[in-house]
């Protein structure tokens, strides 16, 4: 399973280079996950309400091909794997006619309760993000 | 009393025209008054320990100069008006000499309780900046 | 004529009052400006080409209900006055069931061409911009 | 040599979940290795002027404690490698006793030149960037 969800360069999201700033390739991953989450019936936002966040801990990317204002550009994201510790995330951004891959990358991500401590991801969370390694 | 505190830009602050994008002189305005409280005694983050904020409820800028890469740029700031139910700060945005207004504006906010509800400003808040309109 | 442009707030759009951080409504703005001026034929991103802007002058914005994490939002967009020295668009983010007006607010812009001077705004720009005035 | 600049969490850099957005980190890289180079006689700035510059073609952060509104962080900068290809930095952010590594990582930086296109470093930048390697 892959989510695709387009989003569209605005000035804000550019530099002084004329190109995307680096670290916004990275909030979009954001809305990759959220979204093929959302698509597997795990709407990250009830899960924050009972206290469970997965905030990320660790990233990486590669830029391949700068982005430009107005570009559309298409965040393609899938699960990596997922365990009782962790969830991985893969990601690339291609451009809108996905003949230029702009960039790649990864998140991971743990667990926490509402009092902030590292837990075991609960199994009914896994079992929902599993949905969408199929 | 005023409040002037140094930023520099940074490439995440520009965008594709090759100067700062807008919202972040909006963003440096945070800098200027929470420095300004701080000098007159107001940790604006104990206040938020007690559940106090003070929510932004209006801006304005005035763009008078486009600001660049790498400039140090001055936040000066000053107390506009304080009563029970609102603060208001004004910013003026200098170049480093300060022959350049690059910015002006002003933050209008209410206060908002550990529910989330506007309330009165705390007769000891109200003091504590009265101070920095001295 | 309305522009209506939908976003959904994501994590990095919110902060630790758990509301989304002020100066985002503003970049949000200029999604809406943008895809106003599309819908009226004007490529933002064309007259970039030719090396006319219209930079931020002036913005004022009032926010009136605080937004939340993975809300989706309405950003209604529409054209204040055009005329040879400036446009002004104004601007109300809603609920995404139009029940409550989370922001209003107004950005007004010059006309700056590839030099940087500012001058005044190209008929055929005004031409254009007035097909979203009617 | 190793470059070392604070900077203070205001409420723009953190989100919902009341910690620093993972982003800023990234952005916050920025300032390290512009203070790194500035200290060792390189400024970015003027490359830039003549039409070189740095982008990021990779980056890793791995997040280790999650920093807080108004907490002042240090950035810790030094270089990892420097050849006619690439230039690597490292990074760690620590709380302001130092006695919390916050967040460490890097970013690989490739050449390129006014045109846009990818070069091999010029000698005279790589000898520049080499002193803080001592």
């Known amino acids: 399973m892959k989510n695709v969800t387009p989003v569209r360069v605005i000035y804000a999201d550019t530099d002084a280079m004329g190109i995307v700033y680096h670290t916004n390739y990275i909030r979009w991953f954001e809305i990759g996950r959220t979204e093929l989450l959302r698509e597997a019936g795990f709407i990250y936002a009830d899960w924050g309400g009972k206290g469970y966040h997965l905030p990320v801990i660790e990233v990486y990317c590669h830029y391949r091909q700068a982005a430009r204002y107005d570009q559309v550009l298409l965040i393609e994201t899938s699960v990596g794997h997922v365990n009782r ?44 993000i599993k949905r969408a390694l199929d």
């Open 85 to 128: 510790a962790t969830v991985k995330f893969n990601y690339t951004i291609w451009s809108e006619d996905r003949k230029k891959e702009m960039v790649e990358g990864y998140t991971i991500h743990a667990c926490i309760n509402a009092q902030g401590k590292v837990v075991r991801l609960p199994w009914e969370m896994i079992d929902i």
